[in-house]
């Protein structure tokens, strides 16, 4: 699919996926500060150089990803204000690397979860607004025969399955003949998701594995792209 030779190393140890099950039985503050070393040598060091290595990477791809490593990845601690589960501390470690990385989801790219269950390897728009969701569904409208090709290539259909998001309750006057041709246009959100095993994380391959799955993506994200822009 694409001709960059890798150089094969381990990223993570197996203590990352050791460190969030054991962060899972002892979600507070207190065994979190007791285990900060750890958190720092398992968890967020090796995942910045990871995340850094994936971004040079995509770099001699896409030149439009302008970005360090700290613009892409989330924060460990959980927003709890809204939320009935108090737990500090999310299970899991993220990144959103796309031109504008985690500031702005609308803008298509790959977004990483990685965790003791799976990794999570997401594309596409997640939170487009009003105004970029017009444009891309006059976009689908216009020539919907080649998004669905896109959507419907054997690669993307292995890894992706199809393209997911809420949908419209009621769909306007405006795009229910639309609808009818291509149902795609009534989401409100066009993402998609991967998964592997959590194994791969500290795979000697995991740099090699994930940015498969970028190339794959990369045409349906670069058709968003050219949407709403």
């Known amino acids: ?7 094969t190393m381990h990223y993570f140890t197996q203590d990352f996926v050791a460190f969030f099950k054991d962060l899972a039985k002892n979600n507070h503050k207190d065994w979190f500060h007791e285990n900060k070393k750890r958190y720092e040598t398992s968890i967020k060091k090796p995942f910045e150089v990871f995340v850094g290595k994936l971004i040079e990477t995509i770099q001699q791809y896409d030149t439009n990803i302008v970005i360090q490593p700290k613009d892409c990845m989330l924060r460990i601690n959980r927003d709890i204000r809204f939320s009935k589960d108090k737990s500090p501390y999310n299970l899991h470690y993220t990144a959103f690397i796309s031109r504008e990385g985690r500031k702005d989801k609308s803008i298509p790219g790959i977004f990483l979860r990685f965790s003791p269950e799976m990794i999570g390897i997401m594309g596409g728009c997640f939170g487009p607004s009003k105004e970029q969701l017009h444009k891309i569904r006059t976009t689908i409208n ?59 994380i500290s795979s000697e391959n995991l740099l090699e594995e994930v940015m498969e799955y970028w190339h794959t993506m990369r045409p349906v994200n670069e058709y968003l792209l050219k949407a709403i822009q």
């Open 1 to 7: 699919m694409f001709s960059l030779k890798f150089i």
């Open 142 to 200: 216009k020539d919907a025969t080649t998004f669905r090709s896109l959507l419907e290539h054997a690669d993307f259909v292995q890894k992706f399955g199809e393209i997911r998001g809420e949908t419209m309750k009621r769909i306007p006057k405006e795009w229910q003949e639309a609808c009818k041709k291509e149902p795609l246009i009534a989401n409100k959100q066009f993402y998609f998701v991967g998964e592997e095993a959590s194994g791969l």
